[in-house]
């Protein structure tokens, strides 16, 4: 019997702390583990107790890439339950700052963590060496949407503005014209983003994923929507839990969600651009176009080209919102608690991040449920992995370890929000 | 209003155990620091930390690392001189931190004239830990280095490089 193993004593450019272990027998991938081993944080447990309004405040500390959508998810729950709707300009400051979450996270993600894989560097300083342009585009495009967040959010990360039924405070006009030149150029760099990364070489690799995303009536997804996927899946947010369920392994502490009905399922930018298409800007599904990406992608390497489009979709829509808006009268509108169960789920950059909370009548929170979006790919990347392996098992060391932790980062693991470091091991027994 | 000519980081999240240490040093400094000198607490986010020195000359950076020394022991580098080793990456749970963000500024010609980085060695990260006594003591050798360091300087910050628990040798050049 011989064994081949392949260690990365931690995978660098992912949130987090984690491992991989493949198994290879008779050259047949016979087991494959996603382990995650940072201790349980007990975030749902420590809600309970606390006053609703205290919900976007602490889960905002989940992950400090996303805390965004952690806020997000807990008020519109809350705001369901007690029978509050958020419209006009303050709906549109939330979804405002959602942009400048999605376009700091997925430009971090393209230049910094996963555009390395592509040209062959170990990481990005090696990478800005040789592509100096490149490397400050993206760290300009990231300030961007850090500004974003910050002038709306209080600060750029753990931000604290957001409140059950608005915001704390609401800029006025002229905070936001600045952003407008900067906003100007943004759209140019990221079309040069997208024509950037449209020209990598990708690895022939597609499954036949069910994509689960949100769809809104007429707008690409983030902020609202109905739970749907490409096998039939259209629910409200309220029958969540009659179609998915969190599965205990023994192997992770984070638990894995999968659909009770069919198993695995895939959540982020290309579900949601494989669901949404329709929905982008016409001007983006024209560069998504240009890029020669197809109205449907089903190859995660490509979620790089997807995530540069989404940046695109993300800074057309701050543009937007930032032209048209006018302050609201007040900066919140009125919540009383009242006693009962609401849901919230809005896209987190790396996908849906769902919310169920149960308040009483004096507004304590009695139960909390949150669903991250890296815990509802864990059992996608696993398959991934068993299927890359099986298929390239002919490769060198080193080059198959390379394509395993390129392929987790297809997904830009937060692991932070369920984990830390990764460790990747192949194990090979003939 | 032109950047003070030096910056003083503190970098931490001041609920996460020793991780805290450069944020508290950060607000000690400020109380004592002479004009011309800046104090900022940071997250430690990279391209945060990128921007914030852009147009300082020197940049006196203060953060707990994880580098398998024992808790306490005091990391001094002068990162305008030398590249950061490698057992200081991803001493935090971002995936672009401090190291990184230097290390980037380096690569892109960006760093300013003089970094110099004190890591202190923590002994526990957990969320809701309080600072562990090796840390509290070796932040406060930090604290009176740096403020002798920056009293005394002349235009132009040197630390010696070295690691180890006692007081160092500060020093103008």
Known sequence: ?430 | MPPSAVLILGVGNEWRGDDAIGVLLARRLRERAPPGVEVKEHSGEGAGLMEEWVGHDAVIILDAVRSGSPPGTIHRLDASREAIPSRFFHASSHAFSVAEAVELSRALGALPEVVLLYGIEGREFAAGAGLSEEVRMGGAVVLEEVMALIESHAGRLAVKSRTGTGTGSASRS
């Open chain 1, 1 to 430: 019997m011989r064994t081949r193993t392949v260690r990365v004593d931690y995978l660098a450019r992912v949130e987090g702390e984690g491992a991989f272990h493949i198994k290879v027998k008779d050259n047949r991938v016979v087991d494959s583990k996603f382990r995650i081993f940072e201790p349980p944080r007990f975030f749902e447990a420590f809600l309970r107790g606390r006053r609703f309004e205290e919900a976007p405040d602490i889960t905002a500390r989940i992950c400090g890439i996303c805390p965004i959508a952690y806020q997000s998810s807990s008020v519109q729950a809350m705001e369901e339950i007690c029978g509050v709707k958020v419209a006009g300009p303050l709906r549109d400051l939330r979804r405002l700052i959602y942009c400048g979450e999605w376009i700091e996270s997925h430009v971090l993600h393209v230049y910094m963590l996963h555009l390395p894989d592509f040209l062959g560097y170990e990481d990005a300083i090696r990478l800005a060496k040789d592509h100096p342009d490149a490397v400050k585009r993206g760290l300009r495009l990231k300030k961007l949407g850090n500004d974003l967040v910050r002038v709306l959010g209080g600060r750029e990360i753990h931000p604290i503005n957001m409140r059950v039924g608005g915001f704390y405070r609401t800029p006025s006009r002229k905070e936001f014209e600045t952003f407008l030149p900067e906003l100007e150029w943004a759209r140019e760099a990221a079309l040069e983003t997208i024509r950037l990364v449209s020209h990598l070489e990708f690895p022939k690799f597609e499954r036949d994923y069910e994509f689960v995303s949100l769809r809104h009536g007429d707008e690409y997804p983030m902020n609202e929507g109905r739970l749907v996927s490409n096998k039939g899946l259209d629910i409200p947010l309220s029958e969540y839990f009659d179609h998915f369920e969190e599965r205990h392994v023994s192997h992770s502490n984070a638990l894995q969600s999968v659909l009770k009905a069919r198993g695995a399922y895939h959540v982020g930018p290309l579900a949601r651009y494989n669901l949404n298409f329709d929905r982008l800007f016409p001007s983006v599904q024209q560069a998504a176009r240009d890029a020669g990406l197809a109205e449907t992608c089903r190859n995660p390497f490509q979620s790089i080209i997807v995530r540069s489009v989404e940046t695109l979709q993300a800074v057309e829509e701050a543009v937007r919102i930032i032209e048209g808006y006018q302050p609201p009268e007040t900066p919140a509108v009125r919540v009383q608690p009242r006693e009962g169960v609401g849901h919230g789920c809005t896209e987190a950059p790396r996908g849906i991040c769902f919310h169920r909370y149960r308040i009483d009548s004096k507004g304590i929170i009695r139960d909390a449920r949150i669903i991250p979006p890296t815990s509802q790919n864990q059992v996608t990347i696993e398959e991934d992995l068993l299927d890359l392996v099986s298929t390239k098992l002919a490769l060198p060391q080193e080059k198959l370890t390379w394509l395993c932790e390129q392929a987790i980062r297809n997904y830009d693991p937060c692991i932070s929000c369920a984990t830390h470091f990764l460790k990747l091991t192949v194990e090979q027994v003939t």
